[in-house]
C-alpha cells in the first residue's frame, strides 16, 4: 500500500485514531510516519519488530548501554525486546526511558485502577478525597465556583472522618 501522507512510498505504519468516538486510520511510509511524531521505540532493534509495533511506541530511540536491574538483571534493550517488564523495580531503574512510552499507550504514567476490596477504611478515604481533589481543579480550570465550593466542603468533610478514624 502506498503513504496516504506523500502518495509516493511504500506504506509500513498503520495509525489508527479515535477523536471524538470516531475512528480514523492511516497507513504511512517510515519518513512521514517520523515526521509525524509516530516514530518507533523499536527502530534499532530491526525491521521485524518496527513493523510489529508501528506507531504504538514513542519516537523515543534508546542508546543502548550496559545499565541493568539488579534486582532481576533485565536491560532496557531486553524489555524493549520482549514488550515486558522484568519485574517491578525495573520501572524505577528505567523510569526515565520507560516513561514517554508509557504515557503514550496508555495516556498517564500512574495508576488509576480499582481499590482491592480488602484495602482498608482509611485507604479507601484517602482515595475518595484524591479523586475530589482531582474534580476540584477541574472545576476551577473551568471556572465553576459553586462546584469548586462543593467539593472543597466534602473534601474537608472527608478530610475530619479520616482523622477520627484514625484516632481510633
Same mark, same amino acid.
Do not use: W
Given at each position: ?14 495509525? $489508527?485514531?479515535?477523536? !471524538?468516538?470516531?475512528? $480514523? ?30 506507531? &504504538? ?26 514488550? $515486558? ?8 531503574? &528505567? *523510569? ?20 482491592? #476490596? ?5 485507604? #479507601? ?5 484524591? !479523586?475530589?481533589?482531582?474534580?476540584? *481543579? !477541574? ?5 465553576? &465556583? ?7 466542603? #466534602? ?14
Amino acid at each position: 500500500m502506498i503513504c496516504q501522507s506523500c502518495e509516493k512510498r511504500q506504506a509500513t505504519t498503520h495509525i $489508527k485514531t479515535i477523536v !471524538n468516538g470516531e475512528l $480514523k486510520e492511516f497507513m504511512l511510509c517510515p519518513e512521514c510516519a517520523g515526521r509525524l511524531g509516530y516514530g518507533s521505540l523499536f527502530t534499532s532493534f530491526g525491521p521485524d519488530l518496527d513493523r510489529l509495533f508501528g506507531g &504504538f511506541m514513542d519516537s523515543y530511540t534508546p542508546q543502548i548501554s550496559g545499565k541493568r536491574c539488579p534486582f532481576c538483571g533485565s536491560s532496557f534493550e531486553d524489555i524493549a525486546q520482549s514488550g $515486558k517488564v522484568g519485574c517491578s523495580r525495573c520501572y524505577e531503574i &528505567f *523510569e526515565e526511558e520507560l516513561m514517554p512510552s508509557l504515557q503514550r499507550i496508555h495516556g498517564r504514567t500512574t495508576h488509576s485502577g480499582k481499590l482491592a #476490596k480488602s484495602a482498608g477504611k482509611a485507604v #479507601k478515604l484517602q482515595s475518595e478525597i484524591e !479523586n475530589y481533589r482531582k474534580e476540584l *481543579e !477541574n472545576a476551577i480550570k473551568t471556572q465553576e &465556583f459553586e462546584k469548586a465550593a462543593q467539593l472543597r466542603d #466534602k473534601i474537608r468533610e472527608l478530610q475530619k472522618k479520616a482523622e477520627m478514624e484514625g484516632e481510633e
